[in-house]
């Protein structure tokens, strides 16, 4: 989406975790080392066979969730802090916010929040040569919803 010439983008995206941080202040210092965030929501779609092989309708299945989070190594320090290990940080839900101008006051701000996210693993990956030490992390969200989904 582009309004005004501006496209959503990384410098957009606001994160907040209160179960984590404390408060529900949107760009907590705690989470200022995140570098990558992605989500996915899957229905099994599944297409029913009848007479002569042929489609004869459809069959939808479960929802999947997945989403993973890239963090620096501060960011992850600092999270273990609270609990000793990732893994021990219990269920917290993510909100991530992108807000973008359409006026000169007015902003849209988009929301999509993965709820009872929980890591299932902790470590780190550096090698020779990184001036920055980062590692990706699953979030196994409970459920994924979008500002713009019916309550």
Known sequence: M????????WAMVTLTAPALTGDNSEGSTLLNGVTAISWERKRNIQNN?????????????NMTYT????????????????????TQ?????????FANEMGTEDWT???????GCIFSEDGMDVKQD????????NLNPFK????????
């Open 130 to 137: 990184d001036t920055t030490i980062t590692k990706e992390f």
């Open 2 to 9: 582009v309004i005004n010439n501006v496209a959503y983008s």
């Open 109 to 115: 701000t988009e929301t999509i929040t993965l709820k």
């Open 49 to 61: 066979y009848g007479m002569g092989g042929e489609p004869v309708n459809r069959g939808f299945g």
């Open 67 to 86: 989403a993973s989070i890239t963090m620096d190594y501060n960011t992850q320090v600092a999270l273990r802090a609270l609990k000793g290990s990732l």
């Open 89 to 97: 940080l219990g269920e917290f839900d993510l909100t991530i916010s």
């Open 144 to 151: 994924i919803i979008l500002s713009t989904d019916a309550a």
